[in-house]
């Protein structure tokens, strides 16, 4: 079981410690003094010393390497992040998921391990295990293990229903997460279960959110304001202080992955606020996102040409560049326009808008000027 992680990162070589925030960075003649140590050799004095300085409570000092160091090595591909679904279906069924349909399908075991597997030859360092509710998934409990030792660093997106299940607990202790991202729904029984559209929703968060800081799990809350909840949002930001962990607000909704308008009824009219103007990413080409079956693309948002990562293998990542380049150009509605230097949204994000048939003021701003 390692406790630390010695790992390339995009253009640099990282110290990192699964269950903490905190990391180092390495000069590339340390990271390859670690790739060719003999693990069964106490720990280097430089790297000793270095998790000290960095994890006050963490002495290596005499200790083999190999009882709690993995060195990841070298890829050609150059992925530091992904996000995964592991499965859509979801215990919830709020108002405003951009998700649409909640199905509850996804790869078998094996396609599952394998595409852990490619992530891993691929280069990802950072993995965001999302859904529907992920923690619902058969087999949420092994890929999550199985991705741990491959020396991934995990954030879990869930809604926190479950989080006081001992087996879940237990796992994230003897496997700790990076990051566990809860979504909250409200501050009050009413809202939370007229906006998730399950009864007893709210007593399941509050029991997980119980267990979890009992626990002392890495948490940080997205606080989603809607139609339903928006007169709580200064309670639920107090909440969240209260509580002492950190948050963040959402409040701007959008369509689904099909280009469904549905969910956007959800949106709190009073609390849309501007995005900050879109500069680019790097989607494609540092982070990818992969779909309950295998089907990877560019992002969570842009999901065009979708590649399969069990049937093709690493190989077919080669196509995420140009497939980007394809998707990120101005087409349809906002060919030629003349502000696009500026816009707030990506392209991607805002053909789910026009085939949404959204206002404009939800995500243009010619709709803004409009207002």
Same mark, same amino acid.
């Given at each position: 079981?390692?406790?630390?992680?010695?790992?390339?990162?995009?253009?640099?070589?990282?110290?990192? !410690?699964?269950?903490?925030?905190?990391?180092?960075?390495?000069?590339?003649?340390?990271? =390859?003094?670690?790739?060719?140590?003999?693990?069964?050799?106490?720990?280097?004095?430089?790297?000793?010393?270095?998790?000290?300085?960095?994890?006050?409570?963490?002495?290596?000092?005499?200790?083999?390497?190999?009882?709690?160091?993995?060195? !990841?090595?070298?890829?050609?591909?150059?992925?530091?992040?992904?996000?995964? =679904?592991?499965?859509?279906?979801?215990?919830? +069924?709020?108002? #405003?998921?951009?998700?649409?349909?909640?199905?509850? *399908?996804?790869?078998?075991?094996?396609?599952?391990?394998?595409?852990?597997?490619?992530?891993?030859?691929?280069?990802?360092?950072?993995?965001?295990?999302?859904?529907?509710?992920?923690?619902?998934?058969?087999?949420?409990?092994?890929?999550?293990? #199985?991705?741990? #030792?491959?020396?991934?660093?995990?954030?879990?997106?869930?809604?926190? *229903?479950?989080?006081?299940?001992?087996?879940?607990?237990?796992?994230?202790?003897?496997?700790?997460?990076?990051?566990?991202?809860?979504?909250?729904?409200?501050?009050? +029984?009413?809202?939370?279960?007229?906006?998730?559209?399950?009864?007893?929703?709210?007593?399941?968060?509050?029991?997980?959110?119980?267990?979890?800081?009992?626990?002392?799990l890495p948490l940080r809350m997205s606080i989603v304001v809607t139609d339903d909840n928006g007169h709580e949002e200064q309670?639920?930001?107090?909440?969240?202080?209260?509580?002492?962990? =950190?948050?963040?607000?959402?409040?701007?909704?959008?369509?689904?992955?099909?280009?469904?308008?549905?969910?956007?009824?959800?949106?709190?009219?009073? #609390?849309?606020?501007?995005? +900050?103007?879109?500069?680019?990413?790097?989607?494609?080409y540092t982070f990818f996102h992969m779909d309950p079956h295998g089907l990877v693309s560019i992002c969570k948002i842009g !999901? @065009?040409?979708?590649?399969?990562?069990?049937?093709?293998?690493?190989?077919?990542?080669?196509?995420?560049?140009?497939?980007? @380049? !394809?998707?990120?150009?101005?087409?349809?509605?906002?060919?030629?326009?003349?502000?696009?230097?500026?816009?707030?949204?990506?392209?991607?994000?805002?053909?789910?808008?026009q085939e949404a048939k959204a206002p404009l003021a939800a995500y243009c701003q010619h709709g803004e000027k409009a207002g």
């Open positions: 079981m390692h406790s630390l992680i010695a790992s390339p990162f995009l253009d640099q070589h990282v110290l990192v !410690r699964p269950g903490s925030r905190g990391g180092a960075l390495l000069p590339a003649e340390r990271y =390859e003094e670690l790739c060719v140590l003999d693990l069964a050799e106490p720990a280097p004095a430089w790297l000793a010393d270095a998790a000290r300085e960095q994890w006050g409570d963490l002495e290596v000092t005499g200790r083999p390497a190999g009882h709690f160091l993995l060195v !990841r090595q070298p890829s050609t591909w150059g992925y530091g992040k992904a996000s995964w =679904e592991v499965n859509l279906g979801c215990n919830y +069924k709020c108002k #405003h998921c951009y998700l649409g349909l909640k199905v509850n *399908s996804g790869m078998p075991w094996e396609d599952k391990r394998q595409c852990l597997d490619i992530m891993a030859e691929a280069g990802v360092l950072f993995l965001q295990v999302t859904g529907g509710e992920p923690t619902i998934d058969r087999d949420f409990m092994r890929a999550y293990r #199985h991705a741990w #030792h491959l020396g991934m660093m995990i954030t879990v997106s869930t809604n926190g *229903s479950l989080l006081w299940r001992q087996n879940l607990l237990d796992l994230f202790r003897e496997c700790p997460p990076y990051r566990v991202t809860v979504s909250m729904y409200g501050a009050s +029984k009413a809202s939370y279960d007229e906006l998730t559209q399950r009864v007893g929703a709210w007593d399941q968060f509050v029991q997980g959110m119980s267990a979890a800081r009992h626990a002392r309670a639920m930001v107090d909440l969240c202080k209260s509580w002492g962990v =950190e948050f963040e607000v959402f409040t701007n909704m959008t369509p689904t992955i099909y280009g469904g308008g549905e969910v956007l009824t959800a949106q709190s009219k009073e #609390h849309l606020r501007l995005r +900050k103007t879109f500069t680019g990413c790097n989607a494609g !999901r @065009d040409d979708q590649i399969s990562l069990p049937h093709e293998g690493i190989q077919g990542l080669a196509r995420l560049g140009a497939i980007a @380049d !394809r998707l990120m150009l101005r087409t349809g509605g906002c060919s030629g326009c003349s502000v696009a230097g500026a816009c707030r949204v990506c392209r991607p994000l805002a053909k789910h808008y």
